[in-house]
């Protein structure tokens, strides 16, 4: 069975850190891009970072440049994201999902996020 | 701009057709992807590309897409469908997935 599951979640006082992991297990992790993606209680999916296959690319959303890190360790099939000088606002509930794309024509994809785990929740507050 | 608009609800009666839309610059470029979210749960994907459903996706759930706008169509509408409703497409670079949709609410009367 294709599973992603998330872990690591907490409650941590504003500036703190805390880091997520996800376990991937059912499918080749190795071969897809992988993203986090949070939802702050009540309100809408946010993508929050992405990383690719081997690591050599990563990419952020503005509001945690600087703050968050995503990693992966291929060898354990496990995606992570390291939190820094958290906020109030980035409490959330954290998904880890799998990004896959498909060729429709020579130079064209259909970019979509196809596994997500259940989430884990952070919540940042004195 | 990055933003990719959705009406907040709308609602549709048990067996009947509803269909939510989504808007934006990215969609001249880039074909959306919908996810179905049910309260406490993790999003599902029920439509990407020009109109494909993943295995296990209801035949009732169809897309499209014209210019800027993107459509998520759920014919015969059931009870389990109502939910909340995303869409998303990629960032202008090619690199990530951009934002989000603000979110449709389907409820089924």
């Known amino acids: 069975e294709v599973q992603l599951v998330e872990s690591g979640g907490g409650l941590v006082q504003p500036g703190g850190s805390l880091r997520l992991s996800c376990a991937a297990s059912g499918f080749t992790f190795s071969s897809y891009w992988m993203s986090w993606v949070r939802q702050a209680p009540g309100k809408g999916l946010e993508w929050v970072a992405n990383i690719k296959q081997d690591g050599s690319e990563k990419y952020y959303v503005d509001s945690v440049k600087g703050r968050f890190t995503i990693s992966r360790d291929n060898a354990k099939n496990s995606l992570y994201l390291q939190m820094n000088s958290l906020r109030a606002e980035d409490t959330a509930v954290y998904y880890c999902?799998?990004?896959?794309?498909?060729?429709?024509?020579?130079?064209?994809?259909?970019?979509?996020?196809?596994?997500w785990g259940k989430g884990t929740t952070v919540t940042v507050s004195s | 701009s990055s933003e990719l608009t959705q009406d907040p609800a709308v609602s549709v009666a048990l067996g009947q057709t509803v269909r939510i839309t989504c808007q934006g610059d990215s969609l001249r470029s880039y074909y959306a992807s919908w996810y179905q979210q049910k309260p406490g749960q993790a999003p599902v994907l029920v439509i990407y590309?020009?109109?494909n459903r993943p295995s296990g996706i209801p035949d009732r759930f169809s897309g499209s897409s014209s210019g800027n706008t993107a459509s998520l169509t759920i014919t015969g509408a059931q009870a389990e469908d109502e939910a909340d409703y995303y869409c998303?497409?990629?960032?202008?670079?090619?690199?990530?997935?951009?934002?989000f949709g603000t979110g449709t609410k389907v409820t089924v009367l």
């Open positions: 590309g020009k109109n």
């Open positions: 999902a799998r990004e896959s794309r498909e060729q429709w024509l020579v130079v064209h994809y259909y970019y979509y996020m196809d596994v």
């Open positions: 998303n497409s990629r960032d202008s670079s090619g690199n990530h997935p951009g934002v």
